[in-house]
């Protein structure tokens, strides 16, 4: 028998599925090979047309930004800036070291050891971003935003962003770290139209970057990733909360201890001196800024406008309308109030134009249109005066008709004879009326024309009694006027416009304003309307022993409220009412306007010499020569009865 062969072991043979899979997985490394290669060949291509339109690096010019307004009161404080603010350039050098470290914190914390893009910070802000769903922190380095803001338009796009990773590669290559961060501190825009940290320190702090603290450093770093919601301005509770994320980085990075953070957290800054939280003093910066077109020709270059504002009696014409609508409000059912107070010569000191000016822009001194009730009497007595009507003429309070019209007073009672200083002094209707028919439509109009007076004037009786509306600051020129001694004054808020670089571009003109009404019956008038304030409507405004004239008002249905009056260092109107109309309860002009007009003038006058009013000397001269003239006739009377005895005569 023949021995077995032995079966010897042999490769098998590759089946068609394994020859197939290999030839699968070659083919897909092999497509990937090629595909990379083609995919950094299209990016190359890309860049290299992207680097073909990129901007000129020699042409680095400022964003497009509007001029800047700042507004100055009388003591060269500035309480307002509108535009686009840039402040003084300054390098790292110059700053406290914490201020750039709060800014490379809390936005590029590798700023010093990446070469202008940073791959490590974009890998961490994509993950983060995938983590959280939406975009939650960005990569762009600071050089990456200071190329941006050079350069660059905001848009997004692809496109946008290769070049502004090319441009910042070139800035690392020309320039160092500290001239990179240095431009981007001055170039950044940081809110409130503050571009740059010294603009903004200016605009927050109200001081030069160079003397920020580390809790106000982390505040204005906090502003870069959202300048409108992190404002200090707008929401300091916001711009603190980001604040301490920055400061809870400078601890972890090194750039300061736990202690400082906590001393700056807790760091209570001094009380700004705001007018108030209402903010009343931008009714004025309004105002002004809108004459400012009028007045210069120029308007695209940065401005210092210098007002004839006074703070202090600002800040109290605002604290006392607050506590006055605090006190009466809710009770009287009135929401809003005005003042407006002049000098003298027309320079407006004092402006509020609501209650509260985040509520409401609406400047009731300048805008609205409100019947001034009898606050407008003394404009129909003066007509009267300049007609011949002496204080101690006796008038008749009883009932009267012109036309349909027929007027009572509120009381609803008539005095019978009276004289024309208590009719004023007390208000009564029915007299103001027949003065009115004695002397015309067309005089009182005239009348209130020159004293400034510009609203239409209906020619109807009702006008006796302020039945058509004229505005706070109208009412205010003509008892400023009135207060002249009856010559023309014309309201100024604006004493002068300068360039930044202090070219003089307006100047207020120094006029002699003319007189318009008659000086012996303005200074009639004034010595009636002391009556109003010593014997009548108006008690409840009287300064102690100062002299004071004024007049009070009040609208049917008490939907306004009035007390206009002088002294002889300022003239002030008061206004109360509701912006829908609605009637207060039972305020009248006498009694919460006048209470107000006197808590405000108090302060006003404090420490000021009492001094006579304008038409205070004219009367009581006209007196002394009056009773001269008497004494006279006395002695002359008694100079023939003794020369009849002696029988000279």
């Known amino acids: ?73 009388a003591d060269e404080t500035v309480f307002a800036r509108y535009g686009d603010f840039v402040g003084k350039h300054v390098t790292v050098a110059e700053l406290p070291r914490y201020v750039p470290e709060a800014v490379i914190a809390i936005e590029d914390r ?65 320039y160092t770290k500290n001239q990179i961060l240095s431009a981007y501190l001055n170039r950044v825009y940081l809110g409130s139209g503050a571009y740059g940290i010294d603009a903004a320190a200016h605009t927050y702090f109200h001081k030069s970057a160079t003397e920020l603290n580390i809790r106000e450093a982390a505040i204005i770093a906090g502003l870069l990733r959202a300048p409108t919601r992190y404002s200090p301005m707008n929401n300091p509770e916001a711009a603190m909360e980001r604040a301490k994320i920055v400061l809870k980085d400078m601890v972890e ?61 600002e800040r109290d014409a605002e604290k006392q309308i607050d506590a006055t609508l605090n006190k009466y409000g809710k009770a009287r059912h009135v929401s809003q109030a005005a003042l407006v107070t002049l000098a003298p010569d027309g320079a407006v000191r004092a402006m509020v134009g609501g209650r509260n000016y985040r509520e409401s822009q ?58 024309a200083r208590h009719a004023l002094a007390d208000s009564i209707n029915t007299v103001a009326v027949r003065l009115f028919v004695r002397v015309g439509a067309a005089k009182v109009v005239s009348t209130a024309r020159d004293l400034g007076i510009t609203s239409p004037l209906e020619r109807d009786a009702a006008l006796a009694l302020g039945a058509s509306e004229v505005s706070p600051l109208e009412l205010a020129t003509a008892y400023a006027a009135i207060a002249s001694g009856g010559k023309a004054i014309s309201p100024y808020a604006v004493r002068e416009i ?17 007189q318009v009404v008659d000086a012996n019956a303005d200074a009639t008038l004034i010595n009636m309307m002391q009556s109003v304030v010593t014997d009548g409507t108006g008690k409840k405004a009287a300064l102690g022993g100062r002299p004071v004239a004024g007049k009070t008002g009040t609208t049917s249905d008490y939907r306004d409220a009035w007390f206009a009056g002088f002294t002889a260092d300022y ?6 009412g509701n912006d829908d109309n609605t009637p207060m309860k039972y305020v009248t002009g006498g009694l919460v306007p006048a209470e107000l007009w006197h808590n405000y003038m108090m302060e006003a006058e404090r420490g000021l010499p009492e001094r006579p009013l304008s038409g205070g000397g004219n009367i009581l001269q006209r007196a002394i020569n009056g009773a001269g003239a008497v004494a006279g006739q006395a002695v002359e009377s008694l100079g023939d009865f003794i020369n009849s005895i002696l029988g000279k005569h």
Not at 115 to 120: L, Q, V
Not at 380 to 407: F, H, N
Not at 571 to 576: A, G, H, K
């Open 498 to 514: 300068d360039s930044r670089s202090g070219q003089v571009l307006y100047r207020h003109p120094e006029v002699t304003p003319p």
């Open 571 to 576: 003239t002030t109107v008061v206004w109360m």
């Open 253 to 313: 990075q090194g750039y300061i201890t736990r202690a400082q953070r906590r001393a700056a957290i807790a760091y209570a800054p001094p009380p700004e001196h705001s007018t108030s939280a209402g903010g009343a003093v931008h009714y004025f910066a309004d105002w002004i800024y809108n004459q400012i077109g009028p007045l210069v020709q120029d308007t695209q270059r940065d401005m210092v406008v210098k007002t004839t504002l006074s703070l202090p009696l």
């Open 362 to 419: 609406f400047n009731r001194v300048t805008q609205a249109l409100r019947q001034p009730g009898s606050s407008f009497k003394p404009i129909v007595y003066l007509a009267a005066i300049e007609g011949g009507l002496k204080p101690d003429d006796i008038l008749m309070d009883e009932p009267i008709t012109v036309g349909d019209y027929s007027p009572v007073d509120y009381d609803k009672h008539f005095q019978g004879p009276v004289t």
């Open 110 to 174: 590798r700023f010093y050891r990446h070469f202008g893009i940073d791959p490590i910070g974009i890998a961490r802000a994509a993950l983060r971003d995938l983590i959280a769903g939406h975009t939650v922190e960005g990569g762009s380095t600071l050089t990456q935003q200071l190329a941006k803001n050079l350069f660059l338009s905001p848009q997004r796009t692809i496109k946008r962003k290769v070049q502004e990773m090319l441009l910042a590669l070139w800035l690392e290559h020309t």
């Open 1 to 73: 028998m023949a021995p077995r062969k032995k079966r010897t072991t042999s490769s098998r043979k590759p089946s068609r599925r394994d020859s197939e899979g290999r030839t699968f997985g070659g083919f897909l490394l092999h497509a990937f090979v090629l595909c990379a290669i083609w995919g950094v060949i299209v990016a190359v291509l890309y860049v290299g047309y992207c680097a073909l339109d990129l901007p000129d690096v020699h042409d680095a010019t400022q964003p497009p930004r509007r001029p800047s307004v700042v507004i100055e009161a």
